[in-house]
Structures are given as C-alpha cells and as structure tokens.
Antibody, heavy 122, light 110 residues
Framework: EVQLVESGGGLVQPGGSLRLSCAAS????????MNWVRQAPGKGLEWVAN????????YYVDSVKGRFTVSRDNAKNSLYLQMNSLRAEDTAVYYC???????????????WGQGTLVTVSS | QSALTQPPSVSGSPGQSVTISCTGT?????????VSWYQQPPGTAPKLMIY???KRPSGVPDRFSGSRSGNTASLTISGLQAEDEADYYC??????????FGGGTRLTVL
C-alpha cells in the first residue's frame, strides 16, 4: 500500500524558515518523480514543486522560486521542502504527492499524503 | 502560470448528471493530453479520479468520465450519489514543465 506521511509543519514568523519532510513507503521511491502541492485555508490547490527520480531536475511555481528548494534522499525514501523567506501567503497545508507514472513527470500525481499545516504569522 | 478556469459551483439531484468544465490555454490544457481530475471531500486529501483526459484509475466508478475539446476539459458525473458531494479540481501539465490546477468546483448533491 502506497503511503506518504508529511511532517515538519508549524507556526513560523514572516521571514523565517521551515523544512518539510515526506516519508514514502509501499512503492519503489527512486523510480518516481515527487511533488509538493499546497492548499491555503479555504482555497484551492496550488502545485509548488517537483523533483526527478535522481534529483537532477527540479521545477517550481514562480511564486516560490529562489525561496523554496525541493530535495530527496532515495536511501531514506524521503522527500523534502526547504522553505526560506516565508511570507503570510505561504500559509497552507502542504501535501506530498507521487508522480502518476514511473519515470515521467508529465502525467500529474496519483497518491497524496494527508498534509502538514504551515502557518506564517507574527 | 494562471490557474485553469472552473465554475465555482455546480449542483444536481441524485440520479442526475452534472458536468464540470475546466478551461485553459494553448500553454497547458490545449497542448497536452495530461489533464487530471481530483475529488476532495471536506477535510481530506485529494483523490485522483481521471487522468490523461479520459482514463479512470482502478476503483473509480465508471459514473465518472472525462473529455476534452480544444482548450476545455470536462468531467461528467452520471447517476449522482450523495457521496459525490465534494470539491473537484482539474490539473494540467504546462509548456514550462510545471503543473497548474483549476480554482476548484464545489459539487452539491441536492
């Protein structure tokens, strides 16, 4: 059974940093692109970033470029999102999501974690 | 990277059919057959319902179907059931190698 479990969310002041983690199990982690998707309270879904199986390619939504960094550790079956220079508008539930097809980034995502809440406020 | 356009809400009675539209541009939905639809009941994580415009993952009822014409994709739910009440989101791959979601549509089963 595919499982994705996010952690690391919490309350942080504007301008601060936070590192999210996602522990994956139930599939061959090092064969899938992985994604982060967020959802502000009461709002819709927003794709944030993804990373290739070997970490050699990464893509970001414009609003987080230069502030967020996605990474992975295939030995630990883990995905990360380092978030710096956080703003109030980054407040959201952050979901870890698996790429739909192994080896490809273009098909969207299939499995999602339950999410971790990040609140940016003074 | 503007969001895809969806109607804020749709509604239907049990047994009826509803269709949710999703409009993009030639930079996303119009260029790829990489359109997905997700169902999100309140307080839960999204669930994949349709991928590659028309395909259903295992376990998704065949009451759910997808289509696309030009820059607009559609999700049709036939034989509406109370359990279908949820928010629905479309998503597409883009020419920038990123993804974009629609703003979401709240489905109410009357």
């Amino acid at each position: 059974e595919v499982q994705l479990v996010e952690s690391g969310g919490g309350l942080v002041q504007p301008g601060g940093s936070l590192r999210l983690s996602c522990a994956a199990s139930g599939f061959t982690f090092n064969t899938y692109w992985m994604n982060w998707v967020r959802q502000a309270p009461g709002k819709g879904l927003e794709w944030v970033a993804n990373i290739k199986q070997d970490g050699s390619e990464k893509y970001y939504v414009d609003s987080v470029k230069g502030r967020f960094t996605v990474s992975r550790d295939n030995a630990k079956n883990s995905l990360y999102l380092q978030m710096n220079s956080l703003r109030a508008e980054d407040t959201a539930v952050y979901y870890c999501a698996r790429g739909l097809k192994p080896g490809s980034s273009t098909y969207g995502v299939d499995y999602w974690g339950q999410g971790t809440l990040v609140t940016v406020s003074s | 990277q503007s969001a895809l356009t969806q109607p804020p809400s749709v509604s239907g009675s049990p047994g009826q059919s509803v269709t949710i539209s999703c409009t993009g541009t030639s930079s996303d939905l119009g260029s790829y057959n990489r359109v997905s639809w997700y169902q999100q009941p309140p307080g839960t994580a999204p669930k994949l319902m349709i991928y590659e415009v028309t395909k259903r993952p295992s376990g998704v009822p065949d009451r759910f179907s997808g289509s696309r014409s030009g820059n607009t994709a559609s999700l049709t739910i036939s034989g509406l059931q109370a359990e279908d009440e949820a928010d629905y989101y479309c998503s597409s791959f883009t020419t920038s190698s990123t993804f974009v979601f629609g703003g979401g549509t709240r489905l109410t089963v009357l």
